[in-house]
């Protein structure tokens, strides 16, 4: 403060120097030097105001790095005016290295805020009141099976013109489900969020598909443990009463000629009852196993290699029949599975195409694998005789069947085990032209 208070008082004493004869000069009319030391005095008087106003200066330009955020400014040049002035701009340097810090943490914040929403399975993605897109993850993206979205109007030119008028009039906390086209199930949760006197719609998309799955297969084995349990605690004992009863005809009443003609009647009626009781007690046991599949125990295999072995154990049946067999081993990668699980769905894929292909003059069975974005699929199809549009939906609910000898049993087996593995089973399939069931890991 001591070299701040010299220099501006050397500054007022020599101004004062110029100053002064001024209007001694002004009554001598010497107009020259009127003139110079006017001139003299106005270059010192702003020398002095911008002395003083340094400070001044120095704050506006401090203020100015904060509004813009530009933090790289350093105030240095009038260390010399004194301890003071040196203790001023420490000050201001250590606010705008602080400005600086709190940025880096904030960008750093935001960068594994990102980082976490980018990663998580569920889709977010959320819009102003004109439908900007201000965030949206990679799970999103693959939901909705685009590359890109900035505003939600976008959706309508897409296959998706029903989800834009949801995200359109879905209100804060609301909830409701979309059927996409690729027959998933998602449901959509909205909130809305105040963000810098914005009003911002928050919107997550979540995949239910293999959650609903898993409670109809839940609903179905529990319905089936309790028919069964019910069929075998009242034919057990039928079939057993008939065993008695047999007995009793052939050791009492066998010999009596005279009710032979009756007796070979009940003889015929109780082995009718007895065969028709064992008959739905052994179809009640066929589908113990639909309630007691293993939990899987995984290791790692190759697809190819499990593809392979498969089709060694069916080739007899190809050529049986004459099927043409096309592989097509796009990429060849690592499945973590139950290997005889996995082979059990194979093989039963496989043996309903090519009993769907049984009247066909040229069958042709194909299997594909294929990775695209981490997506592992195996892919079965066949040029066979199809399933009818109402029975696609049907073919996975346990003991419906379009065979006339068929269990209905194999598909939904088949779609469970691929459930325990984390995976699914899908169908696409066209009358008279095939069908191609996809196995996704």
Same mark, same amino acid.
């Given at each position: %403060?001591?070299?701040?208070?010299?220099?501006?008082?050397?500054?007022?004493?020599?101004?004062?120097?110029?100053?002064?004869?001024?209007?001694?000069?002004?009554?001598?009319?010497?107009?020259?030097?009127?003139?110079?030391?006017?001139?003299?005095?106005? !270059?010192?008087?702003?020398?002095?105001?911008?002395?003083?106003?340094?400070?001044? /200066? =120095?704050?506006?330009?401090?203020?100015?790095?904060? &509004?813009?955020?530009?933090?790289?400014?350093?105030?240095?040049?009038?260390? =010399?005016?004194?301890?003071?002035?040196?203790?001023?701009?420490?000050?201001?340097?250590?606010?705008?290295?602080?400005?600086?810090?709190?940025?880096?943490?904030?960008?750093?914040?935001?960068?594994?805020?990102?980082?976490?929403?980018?990663?998580?399975?569920?889709?977010?993605?959320?819009?102003? !009141?004109?439908?900007?897109?201000? $965030?949206?993850?990679?799970?999103?993206?693959?939901?909705?099976?685009?590359? @890109?979205?900035?505003?939600?109007? *976008?959706?309508?030119?897409?296959?998706?013109?029903?989800?834009?008028?949801?995200?359109?009039?879905?209100? !804060?906390?609301?909830?409701?489900?979309? %059927?996409?086209?690729?027959?998933?199930?998602?449901?959509?949760?909205?909130?809305?969020?105040?963000? /810098?006197? &914005?009003? #911002?719609?928050?919107?997550?998309?979540?995949?239910?598909?293999?959650?609903?799955?898993?409670?109809?297969?839940?609903?179905?084995?529990? $319905?089936?443990?309790?028919?069964?349990?019910?069929?075998?605690?009242?034919?057990?004992?039928?079939?057993?009463?008939?065993?008695? %009863?047999?007995?009793?005809?052939?050791?009492?009443?066998?010999?009596?000629?005279?009710?032979?003609?009756?007796?070979?009647?009940?003889?015929?009626?109780?082995?009718?009852? *007895?065969?028709?009781?064992?008959?739905?007690?052994?179809?009640?046991?066929?589908? @113990?196993?639909?309630?007691?599949?293993?939990?899987?125990?995984?290791?790692?295999?190759?697809? =190819?290699?499990?593809?392979?072995?498969?089709?060694?154990?069916?080739?007899?049946?190809?050529?049986?029949?004459?099927?043409?067999? #096309?592989?097509?081993?796009?990429?060849?990668?690592?499945?973590?599975?139950?290997?005889?699980?996995?082979?059990?769905?194979?093989?039963?894929?496989?043996?309903?195409?090519?009993?769907?292909?049984?009247?066909?003059?040229?069958?042709?069975?194909?299997?594909?694998?294929?990775?695209?974005?981490?997506?592992?699929?195996?892919?079965?199809?066949?040029?066979?005789?199809?399933? *009818?549009? *109402?029975?696609?939906?049907?073919?996975?609910?346990?003991?419906?069947?379009? =065979?006339?000898?068929? !269990?209905?049993?194999?598909?939904?087996?088949?779609?469970?085990?691929?459930? %325990?593995?984390?995976?699914?089973?899908?169908?696409?399939?066209?009358?008279?032209?095939?069908?191609?069931?996809?196995?996704?890991?």
């Amino acid at each position: %403060m001591k070299n701040f208070s010299i220099g501006i008082t050397w500054r007022i004493l020599v101004l004062a120097v110029f100053i002064c004869p001024i209007p001694f000069l002004i009554n001598q009319k010497n107009w020259l030097l009127v003139f110079l030391l006017g001139s003299i005095s106005i !270059s010192l008087l702003f020398n002095l105001f911008h002395y003083v106003n340094n400070i001044n /200066r =120095k704050l506006a330009r401090f203020f100015e790095s904060v &509004r813009y955020s530009d933090f790289a400014v350093k105030f240095r040049s009038d260390d =010399k005016l004194g301890k003071s002035f040196q203790e001023v701009n420490q000050q201001l340097n250590g606010v705008l290295e602080a400005f600086r810090q709190a940025r880096a943490e904030k960008e750093a914040n935001l960068q594994y805020i990102n980082t976490i929403v980018q990663h998580v399975n569920v889709g977010l993605l959320s819009f102003d !009141s004109v439908g900007n897109i201000e $965030l949206i993850n990679n799970a999103a993206y693959r939901l909705l099976g685009i590359y @890109r979205l900035r505003n939600i109007n *976008e959706l309508t030119k897409t296959q998706h013109t029903e989800l834009y008028e949801i995200l359109k009039e879905l209100s !804060s906390g609301g909830k409701t489900l979309y %059927m996409a086209s690729n027959e998933q199930q998602i449901s959509i949760n909205a909130t809305n969020i105040s963000l /810098r006197g &914005r009003m #911002i719609k928050l919107v997550s998309l979540q995949n239910i598909q293999s959650e609903l799955q898993q409670k109809e297969l839940d609903a179905w084995q529990n $319905l089936t443990k309790v028919l069964r349990h019910e069929i075998m605690n009242s034919v057990t004992p039928i079939v057993s009463l008939v065993g008695t %009863m047999k007995t009793i005809v052939e050791l009492d009443l066998a010999d009596k000629p005279e009710i032979a003609e009756t007796v070979s009647d009940l003889r015929e009626a109780l082995g009718t009852i *007895e065969g028709r009781g064992k008959g739905i007690m052994n179809f009640v046991n066929a589908y @113990r196993e639909f309630t007691s599949i293993p939990k899987p125990i995984l290791k790692e295999a190759k697809a =190819k290699a499990l593809v392979e072995n498969v089709l060694s154990l069916v080739k007899p049946q190809l050529q049986e029949r004459r099927i043409q067999l #096309i592989t097509q081993y796009y990429d060849d990668f690592e499945l973590m599975i139950d290997t005889e699980q996995i082979e059990m769905v194979l093989i039963n894929l496989i043996k309903n195409a090519i009993e769907a292909m049984d009247k066909k003059i040229s069958p042709k069975l194909k299997i594909k694998l294929q990775l695209s974005d981490n997506q592992r699929t195996i892919e079965v199809s066949d040029n066979g005789s199809g399933i *009818e549009p *109402e029975a696609v939906e049907k073919i996975f609910i346990p003991f419906y069947t379009t =065979k006339k000898t068929g !269990s209905g049993i194999g598909l939904s087996l088949s779609r469970q085990i691929m459930q %325990m593995h984390g995976g699914n089973l899908k169908v696409h399939s066209e009358v008279g032209k095939g069908s191609a069931f996809q196995m996704y890991f």
